[in-house]
């Protein structure tokens, strides 16, 4: 057993050098991943705005967009990417869910069922699936293969401000203005 002050200079190993050597490790890790994720592809970014416009863009590219997400009649809240990068879809206070082509941005579908305004998408980990939540108090399942509602899901008593997917894609936690968590299973 040893006690007392811990002296780095009578240290057998250099943990400076350990250190420096598991940094260059990690960072020659995390680059190989970034370059299996993105599989060589430049990384495209996609913002909302209060204007009805999503915009997509290369940063590392250009500096003009690649193009201009137009056809939402108020601002948009919620923006993302599908997992697979397929697809973007945005979420706004003109009631709809609005899905583009992840790469040129091209319009696809617009999906309608709320009858508020639309706070928050998620994506299944697969892709296949969309859920949406908002001020109605209604959680909704779309099919993404036919654009299609699934599932409505009533359940909380005010607006709904947050939606996720587990990582196993079996169930959807969401939650709101009535301080209620819930937990959905499909």
Same mark, same amino acid.
């Given at each position: 057993?040893?006690?007392?002050?811990?002296?780095?200079s +009578?240290a057998?190993? !250099?943990y400076?050098?350990?250190t420096? *050597?598991?940094?260059?490790?990690?960072a020659?890790?995390?680059?190989?991943r970034y370059k299996?994720?993105?599989?060589?592809e %430049?990384e495209i970014l996609?913002?909302?705005?209060?204007?009805y416009?999503?915009i997509l863009?290369? %940063?590392e +590219?250009?500096? /003009?967009p690649?193009?201009?997400?137009?056809?939402?009649h +108020?601002?948009i *809240?919620?923006v993302k990417f599908s997992?697979?990068?397929r697809?973007?879809?945005t979420?706004?206070?003109?009631h709809s869910?609005k899905?583009? !082509?992840?790469?040129t941005?091209?319009y696809?579908a617009?999906?309608?069922?709320?009858? @508020?305004?639309?706070y /928050?998408?998620?994506?299944?980990?697969?892709?296949?699936l969309?859920?949406s939540?908002?001020k109605?108090?209604?959680? +909704?399942?779309?099919?993404?293969?036919?654009f299609? #509602?699934?599932v409505? #899901? %009533?359940?909380?008593?005010?607006?709904?401000?947050?939606?996720?997917?587990? %990582?196993d894609g @079996?169930?959807?936690v969401?939650g709101?203005?009535?301080?209620v968590?819930?937990?959905?299973? /499909?």
């Open positions: 057993m040893r006690t007392g002050p811990y002296d780095p +009578k057998s190993v !250099n400076l050098e350990v420096q *050597n598991m940094s260059a490790q990690l020659d890790l995390a680059l190989q299996a994720a993105t599989r060589g %430049p996609v913002s909302g705005s209060d204007v416009t999503a863009w290369v %940063p +590219k250009d500096k /003009q690649i193009a201009r997400l137009t056809g939402h +108020k601002s *809240n919620d997992p697979d990068m697809m973007i879809a979420a706004s206070f003109d869910i899905l583009w !082509n992840g790469r941005g091209k696809l617009s999906l309608y069922g709320h009858v @508020q305004e639309v /928050q998408i998620s994506w299944s980990a697969d892709s296949r969309l859920v939540g908002g109605d108090s209604t959680l +909704k399942l779309w099919d993404m293969k036919t299609k #509602l699934m409505d #899901l %009533p359940g909380h008593a005010d607006t709904i401000f947050a939606v996720d997917w587990s %990582p @079996q169930r959807v969401s709101g203005k009535d301080k968590l819930k937990i959905w299973r /499909q």
